[in-house]
């Protein structure tokens, strides 16, 4: 029995995927989000800057009295959730394992495929984290740095997407993969296209995963809102308003919402 | 006679397109370039925000002891450089009066394009200053926020590029104009691109009219450096070293080289 909030922060709009999944799966709870805007995108960025942000983002979450955090961000979780853990009291949640689970309970073949920012890709945490859960597991990953700006500038239905995943994901039909982890928040957004090019393949989606790991985290703590109250409104955030900010995030949510600004002093992680 | 050095600074690489340009136009010059790798891009972030990391490059560059400075950023230039000129007092020379220049000069219809990021054009920038310098232009406008991921990602001559220019560029061709101003300095290296799908238009790309443009002031102020003797060396840094950034770089200038790291304290500007 526990009415505090649910932290979750990503770079920018994309963990309002994971937001959604959450709201969806648990409405008695209620979300604190920040995108972390005036700093995106965490893709192209080294580790000893991202985990800085992500301490800034944390910090300010944890002003609200959250009971769990949520790194709704696959850049972030790749590189800063360990340092995160080791630094603060409440539970923690990335989006990798709860992916990764979801990977190896579809896989038949053994062959699991991954895709995300070229920094995830390149940190290649999904295939450690696979391999340290199942060490029989054949892992092949591509970066796809352009499906953010693709869908952020909304050409999710348009044939040069398509061009670009057909090129990107190509090398999947070779390798025979039975499974395909999306490896970034924003991907969800453009899987019918990702499963037009792959249709034998299963797609795992990082949102749907971490809202269930969610609930069993907070179910084992006896944290769940069962006061039988409504939960509190579900505040965001944002370090940088931008116009399309809130178009995207109605297009992501489903409804209607707008961004408060706040201006945070990300420090360098002492590590 | 001056053989200080001249400061660039751009929000990633693509001003190196300019700096290059500077390399051929004055030989004699040495060049402290700085990318601001850590913040890039600038072009979907808020005025404020540039404002402050352009404050945070010029005085990294003022240690230099640079004679001038050139904004090769069309985000900063547009949003940041009259704060600037106000508070240093060196020449600054941004990279969009030198481009409007050359369109005016250009066209016979007087109907001008531009293109930029979503920051560039919604602050039409372009279309104010092309007015100020000659009220019976038509301005025509359009962001094109894939082309500088694209670029990035090497998708320079591939299909999807140029069916994402094809549905920018449409409107041109209805408008009807004869000149084009590409308003990011990574746009020259899709240049053939664009020229395919608008072959009757001039394109006016600022790294060349910019170079003109700095010529011209140090002669001015007599800052060339007339010593007979060699330069100093080129040299780069960036706030952010990432693994893409020497080849990207490598391709843009045509030679080896390799970036310094330097962390900056960015400031919020107090205008």
Do not use: W
């Not at 192209?44 to 301490?55: F, L, M, R």
């Not at 959250?66 to 995160?84: G, M, P, R, W, Y």
């Not at 370090?239 to 209607?256: H, M, N, Q, S």
């Amino acid at each position: 029995m526990n009415k505090k909030p649910i932290g979750i922060f990503d770079s920018g709009v994309g963990g309002l995927t994971v937001a959604r999944e959450i709201m969806r799966l648990l409405p008695d709870e209620s979300i604190i989000y920040l995108g972390d805007t005036a700093n995106l995108p965490y893709g192209e960025k080294s580790a000893e800057i991202i985990t800085g942000y992500s301490v800034a983002n944390t910090e300010f979450l944890l002003e609200f009295g959250i009971k769990v955090l949520v790194v709704a961000c696959n850049t972030a979780s790749s590189v800063a959730l360990d340092f995160l853990k080791r630094s603060y009291d409440i539970p923690i949640i990335g989006v990798i394992e709860p992916a990764v689970k979801g990977a190896i309970y579809s896989t038949r073949n053994r062959k699991i495929g991954v895709i995300g920012t070229n920094r995830t890709i390149k940190s290649d945490v999904y295939a450690r984290v696979i391999c340290s859960m199942d060490s029989g597991m054949e892992v092949f990953s591509r970066a796809c740095p352009l499906f953010v700006p693709l869908i952020e500038d909304n050409f999710i239905e348009h044939e040069a997407t398509k061009l670009i995943a057909s090129e990107y994901l190509r090398e999947f039909i070779e390798n025979g993969i039975d499974s395909l982890i999306l490896g970034c928040t924003h991907y969800p957004l453009i899987s019918e296209i990702i499963a037009g090019i792959l249709p034998s393949v299963k797609l795992i989606d990082s949102a749907s995963s971490t809202a269930r790991d969610l609930q069993s985290v907070l179910e084992t703590n006896r944290m769940l809102n069962e006061s039988g109250r409504k939960p509190e409104k579900h505040r965001f955030f944002a370090t940088d308003i931008t116009d399309k900010l809130d178009t995207l995030a109605k297009r992501i949510l489903g409804f209607d919402m707008s961004f408060g600004e706040v201006c945070l002093k990300s420090r360098q992680a002492k590590n």
